[in-house]
């Protein structure tokens, strides 16, 4: 009778240790499956990055701004391209906003601007060889296009591959610094281009 009340309390004992085993291991599974959050650390060593998208719209004005600074200012321009010219505002941080996340996706660190011929006097800092990294654009946002309305100055990944870029690899890497106050030479948003103006 002994051995048996013996054999019945290992038995329920292993069963107790087997449950809270199961329970315990399932628990850390569901953990291990849940997201985890986003590191707020930027640069080439970070495993995750935050969109700049949030940084970008808070120094830059939104779209309705951009229309209503032009009714003001520019009543010489008809409505209709005012509107054009704020949706090609909300477009442009849109498009700049997308290169950066595709990048981080991509694992890409370094990006360069594609400027149209007509807004190259009022960007003369900002040649072909210009490269901006992500750890620049996370700490100064400013430096994504748009630069100022009806801007078409585009963010790019700055290859060094010539079987991938062609005759743009033949372009040379020279890093967008700032001034020596610490600020970018870059126009006011305000600034318009000779053809609108």
Same mark, same amino acid.
């Given at each position: 009778m002994a051995q048996t009340l013996f054999v019945i309390v290992v038995a329920a004992l292993s069963l107790a240790l087997v449950g809270v085993?199961?329970?315990?291991?399932?628990?850390?599974?569901?953990?291990?499956?849940?997201?985890?959050?986003q590191q707020l650390n930027s640069g080439a060593f970070s495993i995750v990055r935050?969109?700049?998208?949030?940084?970008?719209?808070?120094?830059?004005p939104t779209a309705d701004e951009v229309a209503a600074w032009l009714a003001r200012s520019r009543p010489e321009i008809g409505e209709k391209k005012r509107e054009s010219l704020a949706?090609?505002?909300?477009?442009?941080?849109?498009?700049?906003?997308?290169?950066?996340?595709?990048?981080?996706?991509?694992g890409r660190n370094t990006y360069r601007y594609e400027i149209p011929e007509r807004e190259r006097p009022l960007l003369p800092e900002l040649t072909p060889d210009t490269y901006i990294t992500r750890?620049?654009?996370?700490?100064? /946002?400013? =430096?994504?296009? #748009?630069?100022?309305?009806? *801007?078409?100055?585009?963010?790019?990944?700055?290859?060094? $591959?010539?079987?991938?870029?062609?005759?743009?690899?033949?372009?040379?890497?020279? /890093?967008? =610094?700032?001034? #020596?106050?610490?600020?970018? *030479?870059?126009?006011?948003?305000?600034?318009?281009?000779? $053809?609108?103006?």
């Open positions: 085993g199961l329970y315990y291991g399932l628990q850390k599974k569901q953990t291990e499956e849940e997201p985890k959050p935050v969109s700049p998208e949030e940084a970008l719209r808070k120094i830059k949706a090609l505002w909300e477009e442009s941080i849109r498009a700049s906003v997308e290169a950066v996340d595709r990048g981080d996706r991509d750890e620049t654009v996370f700490q100064h /946002p400013e =430096l994504l296009p #748009p630069f100022f309305v009806g *801007s078409r100055t585009r963010l790019v990944f700055k290859e060094a $591959d010539s079987a991938l870029l062609g005759d743009g690899a033949k372009s040379g890497w020279k /890093p967008l =610094l700032p001034t #020596p106050d610490g600020k970018y *030479s870059l126009p006011d948003w305000r600034t318009l281009p000779q $053809d609108l103006d």
